[in-house]
């Protein structure tokens, strides 16, 4: 095995963006165009006398890490990592999540299975301050095999008008702060597959199914101090998922700017390096498919940097903003 790549396991992601852009060009000839396509999470104004507020509503589901769940007979933490992948999303605009709505489906109903994925939905959805207001089950006999099943969920979150993040006040200098994710997330699953044989895959079962990191309750309470130390020191939040640190950074990034980030900052978990070394995964392609260590990424004023790191346990900085065009450059 020589030189793995996520396209090789199946999935493109240059696919992926090619659809977006699609996307875009069809909802911008629409009779009601949203410019907002493409970014973390969509947003909807609401009408008079609510107009001060904006809704933020995402959806996304959990890839083929459910396949490691199958594998490991272990499902009551795939609900977290649903969760997660979305109000994780929302935070990114500065939203505060309300509620969220989930979508199971599969062949034959196993009941037991359920009730533990929704077991990691209800305690997602209470670690992240939310309500689970309901779903849908689909039963699809012929539909998935024996055994399987899918994952997709809905969150919708609230904004006030002025408190947007939207990394449009992005300058020269400011820092960007990282904060650690648990592992492999939700993301690149299909890579990991391919990599680790079923006997890996069960030997490093606890690191390949660790719950994605819910970063709500830190972020919203760092958006809502009122300590002036942090007080609107946030520009911008990057939710690393598909696509990596080369992918999700610039999506919040100003045009001309770009993120001068330092290797070695940060601690790579041994999971991430014992898959490249297997694999044979070139450096670029790692940090295009997996998080490598870093969940989340914040943009901060940098003369409030050190007061925004101690507001969280673990985070670090990575770099900082600079005029350019490359989006993410790793030194």
């Known amino acids: 095995m020589s030189g793995l790549t996520y396209a090789q396991a199946g999935v493109s992601i240059d696919a992926g963006n090619e659809l977006v852009r699609r996307i875009k060009k069809l909802v911008a000839a629409s009779k009601k165009p949203n410019k907002a396509i493409g970014g973390f999470s969509g947003l909807y104004p609401l009408p008079k006398p609510l107009n001060n507020?904006?809704?933020?509503?995402?959806?996304?589901?959990v890839g083929t890490k459910l396949k490691i769940a199958e594998i490991l007979n272990k499902h009551d933490t795939i609900g977290i990592d649903?969760?997660?992948?979305?109000?994780n999303d929302l935070i990114c605009v500065g939203a505060k999540p309300l509620f969220f709505l989930d979508y199971f489906a599969c062949g034959k109903l196993d009941v037991e299975v359920a009730e533990d994925v929704i077991r990691g939905i209800v305690r997602g959805c209470e670690e992240s301050d939310c309500v689970l207001l309901g779903g849908e089950t689909a039963e699809m006999p012929g539909f998935y095999k024996p055994g399987e099943y899918d994952l997709a969920g809905f969150a919708l979150g609230l904004v006030g008008q002025k408190q947007v993040v939207d990394g449009k006040k992005i300058k020269a200098g400011d820092v960007v702060i990282g904060i650690p994710s648990s592992g492999f997330h939700s993301n690149g699953y299909s890579l990991v597959r391919k990599v680790f044989s079923e006997d890996e895959i069960r030997q490093y079962g606890k690191e390949l199914l660790a719950p994605t990191r819910l970063y709500v309750r830190p972020v919203v309470k760092l958006l809502e101090s009122k300590d002036k130390k942090v007080q609107g020191a946030v520009k911008a939040i990057a939710h690393i998922t598909g696509g990596g640190w080369f992918e999700n950074p610039p999506r919040v990034f100003p045009k001309g700017f770009q993120?001068?980030?330092?290797?070695?900052?940060?601690?790579i978990h041994?999971?991430?390096t014992k898959l490249q070394k297997k694999g044979n995964v070139a450096h670029n392609e790692m940090f295009r498919t997996f998080n490598m260590g870093i969940g989340l990424m914040l943009v901060v004023d940098k003369n409030k940097a050190d007061a925004v790191k101690k507001h969280f346990k673990d985070a670090v900085i990575l770099g900082e903003m600079a005029k350019g065009s490359?989006?993410?450059?790793l030194k």
């Open 82 to 87: 649903l969760v997660a992948m979305n109000v």
């Open 326 to 329: 490359e989006g993410v450059v």
């Open 259 to 267: 993120a001068n980030l330092r290797l070695g900052s940060w601690q």
């Open 270 to 272: 041994d999971i991430f």
């Open 53 to 61: 507020f904006l809704l933020s509503g995402c959806c996304d589901g």
